[in-house]
Structures are given as C-alpha cells and as structure tokens.
C-alpha cells in the first residue's frame, strides 16, 4: 500500500525538482546577457549612406558609417579637430614645403589579409588622384606631382606647389586607404585597417559592423563586439525608437523642437554639442543689387541672428559672423562687425540707392532648418522694406542644378557640411559668384605654410573680410544634438569632422 | 475565352511598353543628375564628366532606353547609382517587407470589413448599421499615419510592447518579423476596411433587391441562407474591384506609413532613389508599380469570371 502510494509522489518529485531546475536554467538563460557588460549598440542615423565608400562619393553619411571604424587614414582627425598619426606613425616636410616623407606603421592588415605597406598606400592616393578618379574631393591631391616607395614602410610624396593643409586634407574620410585587391568592391563590402569590420547591410534598414579581432593597434582596439547603424528618416520615428529602447543612441538627432521630451528621462541623456554645419545665405554677388557691398552689409544688419536660431532651430546653436566655427583654428567670434541695427541697414540701403527696398526671392532647400530660416529673415528684412518670396526648391537635385551649376539664383540658404572650406569664397566659379584678390591672396598664403599658427593668423585675416564683404549672410552653426544612453560613453559630442567614431565607445557597468 | 484572354495578355504587354516610353520620359525630364548628387559640391567638372562616363550618363537618350529596354527583357535590371548593387535585387528585397505587409493589411480589412458591411445590410437601421457607419466614416478620415503614431505611442513608447519601427529582417524569425509588421499592417487596414465596409454594405443591400432574392426569399429560405448563399456571393464582384484597387495601393502608396514606422519597403525605396535621382532604380520601381496595377486588374477581371456565370457567357 505504502509503496504503491508513494510511487506516484516520487515520479511527482522527481518531475518537478526537473521543472524546477529547467526554469532556473532557462532564467539564469534570460539573466545572463542583461547581468554581463553589454557589448553591443544600437545607434541611429537619419540619412542611410550612398554606397559604403567615401572615396567614390560625397554624401557625409558614408564616413559617418566608415570613418575611422572600417576605414582609416595616414593621419586621422581627433575630437578637437587636431591632426593625429595613424596608418603613419610620423612624417617629415621639407623645409621648401615640397616633398613630404611618411613612415608608416608596420604588420598592418586589411581585414581581407592583404597587407598595408607603402605600396598599398600608393596605390590608394594613385587611385584617388588618377585620371579616371571620381574622389568627391580630387583637389585634395591635385598637388601630388609623384609619390616614391623606397621600401615597404616609407612613402614619399613630391609636391608641384606647397599645400600646407594637405596633412589636414590626408585625414579626411576621402583620403582614406583602401586595399589595392579589394577597392572595386568597398562600395558594397568595404574592406579596410580599422577597428570594426563590415558584417552585414541590409538595405533602406540598418549595417551591421564586428569587432575587428586582429586589430594593429591594441590601444584602439573596439570594446564593442557589435555595432548597429539603423537608418531612421523621420524624426517622431527617431524619438519614438529612442524612448522605446530599440536605439540606445542618435549622435545627430533631426529634430530640435523634440530635444526637450527627452528631458527628465531615466535613461537617456542629451547633449548639445558644435558641428561644422554652417548655416549661410548665400547671395549671388554677380547679380543686381547684390553686387552692391552696402546692400549686402544692409540685409545683415537687417537681421539679428538670435531670433533665427530661435525661429529655425528652437534657440540650440551658435551665431557666427563668418564662414568659420568654433571648432575651427584660429576661431575669431566675428557677430559685432555687422550686428543687429535697423536704423543702420535702412541708411545703407537708401546710400546705395534703395530707399525703398527691393524685392527678391529666395531658393530654400526642403530640409527643416532652411525654409524656418527663410521665414524669419522674411519677418525681419520687411522691417527695412525688403520685400522676400520664398521659393520652396528640392534639394540636392533641383538645387543642385539651379544654384551650384547653374548659378541662377538671387538669395538661397543651405548649411555648408564640409569641415575648414573657407577656401569655397576663392572657388571659380563657385555659386556665390565673389571675386576678391586679396581673399584669393590669404588663401594662396595658407598652402604656402604649414605652421599651424601662421595658419591660424591667416585664416584670422580670411574671416574679417568676409565678415565686412557678406558674400552671404551668416547665420549659425547648427548643434550637434545628441541623445544617448546614460550608461554610454565615448561618443564625441563635438564634430570637427561629420563622423560616428566607435573605437573609444563603451558602456559603463 | 480564349479569345478574350490573348486579346487582354497582348492589351496588357502593350500598355506595359507605353508605360515604360512614358517612364522614360518623365524620368528625364526631372530636374538634377544623379552624378553631380554623388559627388557633392566640391567635385570638378572632369571628374564629374568621368562618373558621368561610368554610369552611362554621356550617352543619348534614346540608346539608354533601349538598353534599359533590353535589360528590363532579359532580366537585368541595371544597377542602382546610389547602392552600387542590382536593382532587381533591391527591389526583391523590399518587396519581402512591402508584401506581406500589404496582405497583412488587406486580411486585416477583409476580415474587419466583410462581417461588419454584410450585417450592416442585413439589419439596416439596426445597431450594427450605426455601429459600421461610424467605423467607417472615422477610419476613412483618419489619416493612416496618424494611426500610425498613435499607436507608436501608446504601444510602443507608453506600455514598451511593441517595436516602435523598423524590421529585423525575415531571417531573424517569423515572430520578430511579423511583429514588426503588426502595427503597420493595422495603421494601413484600417482606411481600407472603412472603404471596404461601405461597399459590402451597399453591394449586400443592392443585391438584397435583386429578383433572384426576392425569389429565394418567396422560396421560404432562412433569411441567414438567402443572405449568405445567395446575396453575398453575388455581391462579391464590387467588393473584388476595391480589394484589387486596394492592394495596388498598398504596395505603391504605403510610402508614409513604411516611413513612420522605418520600414524598409519599396515605397521608401521608390522615395529614397527620387531625391537621390537613382534615375535607374525610379524607372524599374515605377514600371513595377504600373506593371502591378495591370496584373491586378487582369486577375480582378479573371476572377468576375470565375465568380459570375453570366459573365462567363458574355465573354
């Protein structure tokens, strides 16, 4: 009796200290990854890039995938915007500023195991300077008379005129090397030296990086195993993905007025941080009456910048006064030469003949930031009788067309992405249509040296005469608006040069 | 039949040709050049003539049309300027989100709109009838991607049960994906099962006057069996005509739901390659689209005549 009725409570025993255990397992199971360091990341883009190769192509949102993950260059461009050695470990300017010498780094690797030596270097420059080249920056190397190999770690540069901001240039995710077998393909499956490997690309969705094992250098070996690029276009999507905890961060958050419902929450932080983003509107100063200096000058003074940050970009960014930021050497804050004064720009304009305004229209790009701005220099040129019509144009393509190429165009607006390009004023032709020799001058000057404070003086100079000539009014540099994880850290909160740099990005445990 | 099948097969290549002249056309009419997008600002003009060179760019308009032409015979689809990869292969990839998504939503409004609009009919006047008038004058206002964020908000960012966007990719398994899809599926059925609901309703009330029921009716059939033997098989031919409307215009026109919710569909390919002017990812997109709605309407017309017997006779 005895045995028969305990029979069952033991099979009953049995099946539950298994049940028992089984569910311990399967928790300890679902523990596991929350209790270790977390070791991959989820970030956000809003622009998924054309092609994963920054040497074929321009869109910034390529180096902000690549660059110095997969990609690196000679020399690379740290958080504060100073030149840094990398695939070479130093270098050597003669002193005529002529023949510059690398050495470069030893036993590194392409992902695919091709090794880099002097003749992959050469190979990559070769390739972005040759004739059949569509780098989206060639004038970098149009310098490059010659480049010698002497032996596997030196490369020696000839140069047909000096070019003091090559080095800079050579940082650039333009610039970086890229691996004679494996080139042709790194538009789809980028191969290069840095600390992340390209996995996967799914495209309009998300890439995938890993965690480059055999990496060369140990100090910036990547911490993180995985790293996630999604691509998110639509800001209530970006802040929805946030708060939801799908993206653990946006290094480039899109939309300014949702900035503030983030506040107050447990996990995620914000950070504002400067790009090299210069909002500008450009004139065309070939064409009547913006050849007119004073009517220039008049529709800056018309204008007080603070209330367009605030208009166009919810009060987050930095007034400038040139076509320089703050990240930049040699920042001089240029805002008081022509500052906000009604009375002022009325007097100039009735002086160059325009007592009672004119009328003229403005190309504005689709993206937020563009027709906001419009809007409120609208509000503030009518205060001087300046009548403006807003004409919406997509951009890049219709802009691209109308104003870059065709240069047919009275006022636009757009912020100028590319990092220390104050050079674009001396460009001809260049949409702004400006002409002036002795601007043309310091930026013939600046290539002549390579020391970083006759540099410095230079561009110094550069700024104030843009800052008196206004080839176009300048407005602000947007903010790099950053939201992220608490527990993160390592991301750059400034971007002297459009980037997403993961090699330092870690969690906190 | 038969006769009437060739007749429509060769209406249909034809209109597919016209379509894709006409593609062209447009397409190159658009202002702006893909290879001075890809290059950016700073690119001079050589290098922009060599890229031009590398996609073909440089040569006249006509030829590229018979090459697209006979790559679009063969099978090739070109290659997108932008991804550097086959344009077939995007557009297969995408169509593995936009798909499913799209018959997601059109069960969702079947399944909604059917029941509701068929009793609606039956009991006109009644609480049913109220209650689907009111369903479906709001669901037909209501904006899809309204709904959208509206339940974002409240699934995703409020209660953290749902994702907010995106999609894993059918690899990472069915439930992740379908998931995925749930929200979307539910912000684009909606609108539809409102305009679905209505026509049933109608259809189902047209058809309840028709000889033929009033017969089976005079017959001493249950009303249930008049209703669901006889009426509503012979009201089915509208409800077809807007559920073949409807689908080409899940798959053209989810472009603002597939953006709210981040998916990577063909809509956002299609919007993508349009301000990338990926010229030759536009026209391959497009003419799949034209190519959709004439294949729809071909089975939508196929199915009158699998469905209706009188049909049947005229043709």
């Known amino acids: 009796m005895i045995k028969v009725s305990l029979a069952p409570s033991a099979r009953l025993m049995r099946r539950l200290s298994m049940g028992v255990a089984l569910s311990a397992g399967i928790m300890m199971l679902a523990l596991t990854p929350a209790e270790a360091a977390k070791t991959t990341l989820n970030l956000g883009m809003s622009v998924e890039p054309a092609g994963l190769d920054p040497t074929i192509a321009a869109p910034v949102a390529i180096g902000q995938v690549t660059w110095q993950n997969i990609f690196e260059g000679l020399v690379s461009i740290d958080e504060t915007g100073k030149v840094q050695p990398q695939l070479a470990k130093s270098w050597d300017i003669s002193p005529d500023g002529l023949t510059y010498t690398f050495k470069l780094q030893t036993s590194v690797k392409f992902h695919d195991g091709e090794a880099f030596d002097s003749t992959a270097a050469k ?24 480049i010698e190999t002497p032996d596997a770690e030196t490369l020696v540069l000839h140069l047909s005129s000096p070019t003091g901001s090559l080095i800079y240039w050579l940082g650039w ?7 004679p077998k494996s080139a042709a393909d790194d538009k789809t499956t980028p191969v290069g030296t840095g600390p992340f490997k390209f996995s996967t690309w799914a495209k309009g969705d998300h890439v995938e990086l890993i965690k480059n094992a055999d990496y060369w250098n140990k100090d910036g070996a990547a911490k993180l195993e995985k790293v996630t690029f999604r691509f998110i276009n639509d800001p209530q999507a970006q802040a929805a993905a946030l708060k939801s905890g799908d993206l653990d961060a946006f290094p480039e958050f899109a939309a300014p007025e949702l900035m503030s419902s983030f506040d107050g929450d447990a996990r995620l932080a914000t950070k504002v941080g400067n790009t090299e983003l210069k909002v500008v509107a450009g004139m065309n100063n070939a064409r009547k009456p913006f050849d007119d200096k ?10 007080d910048r603070q209330t367009v940050i605030d208009g166009a970009w919810s009060g987050l960014g930095t007034a400038i006064g040139s076509h320089y930021t703050p990240n930049d050497p040699g920042y001089q804050d240029m805002t008081g030469v022509l500052p906000y004064n009604v009375e002022k720009a009325k007097a100039l304009l009735t002086e160059a003949g325009y007592p009672n305004g004119f009328t003229f229209t403005i190309k504005s790009p689709q993206m937020a930031y563009a027709p906001r701005s419009a809007q409120v220099m609208q509000a503030m040129l009518a205060e001087i009788g300046v009548t403006v019509n807003i004409e919406p ?5 219709k802009w691209v067309k109308d104003v870059m190429t065709s240069r047919d165009y009275d006022m636009t607006i757009v912020a100028h992405a590319e990092p220390m390009d104050i050079d674009i004023y001396s460009r001809d032709p260049y949409y702004f249509n400006y002409k002036n020799p002795a601007f043309n001058d310091l930026m013939k000057k600046v290539q002549e040296t390579a020391d970083p404070s006759e540099q410095a003086k230079i561009y110094g100079e550069a700024q104030k005469i843009l800052a008196e000539d206004v080839p176009a009014l300048y407005l602000f540099v947007m903010p790099k608006l950053g939201v992220w994880d608490k527990k993160l850290k390592g991301l750059w909160e400034n971007e002297p040069i459009p980037s997403n740099v993961l090699s330092n990005v870690s969690w906190d445990e | 039949m038969i006769a009437l099948l060739s007749r429509r097969l060769a209406g249909l290549a034809i209109t597919l040709l016209v379509v894709s002249l006409v593609i062209f056309a447009v397409m190159d009419l658009l202002p702006g050049d893909p290879a001075s997008i890809m290059l950016g600002t700073s690119a001079s003009p050589e290098t922009l003539a060599a890229l031009r060179h590398e996609l073909g760019l440089d040569q006249p308009l006509l030829i590229r049309y018979g090459q697209w032409l006979a790559g679009v015979f063969s099978g090739n689809l070109g290659q997108s300027y932008t991804y550097g990869v086959p344009v077939a292969g995007l557009i297969v990839e995408r169509l593995a989100v936009t798909l499913p998504l799209a018959m997601i939503a059109i069960v969702l409004s079947v399944v909604i709109a059917l029941p509701l609009g068929v009793l609606a009919a039956a009991r006109r006047g009644g609480i049913v009838d109220a209650i689907a008038t009111v369903f479906s004058q709001i669901s037909i206002a209501v904006p899809a991607f309204w709904v959208a964020l509206l339940l974002i908000i409240l699934f995703s960012t409020t209660l953290g049960l749902m994702p907010a966007g995106g999609f894993p990719g059918w690899d990472a398994g069915l439930l992740p994906a379908l998931q995925a899809l749930l929200m979307p599926a539910v912000a684009l059925a909606l609108p539809q099962a409102g305009v679905l609901t209505r026509v049933a309703r109608s259809a189902v009330l047209d058809t309840m006057h028709e000889d033929f029921a009033r017969t089976a009716v005079a017959k001493g059939l249950s009303r249930s069996t008049v209703l ?7 009201a089915l031919v509208p409800i077809l005509t807007i559920l073949g409307l409807q689908f080409t215009f899940l798959v053209a026109g989810a472009v603002l739901v597939e953006n709210v919710f981040n998916l990577p569909g063909l ?3 299609a919007l993508q390659a349009l301000s990338q002017r990926d010229i030759i990812v536009m ?3 497009v003419l799949f689209f034209a190519g959709l709605v004439i294949v729809m309407n071909f089975i939508v017309d196929l199915s009158y005549l699998a469905i209706d017997p009188r049909m049947r006779k005229a043709a």
């Open chain 1, 123 to 146: 190979f990559a420059l070769d390739r972005a300077r040759g004739k059949d080249s569509v780098n989206p920056q060639k004038r970098f190397f149009a310098s490059i008379a010659s």
């Open chain 1, 173 to 179: 995710p333009a610039s970086i090397m890229v691996g």
């Open chain 1, 294 to 303: 004073r009517v220039r000058q008049a529709l800056m003074m018309a204008i």
């Open chain 1, 393 to 397: 144009t997509e951009f890049p393509a």
């Open chain 2, 228 to 234: 669901w033997r006889h009426v509503v098989p012979n």
């Open chain 2, 267 to 269: 809509g956002r390919l």
């Open chain 2, 283 to 285: 026209q391959d997109v």
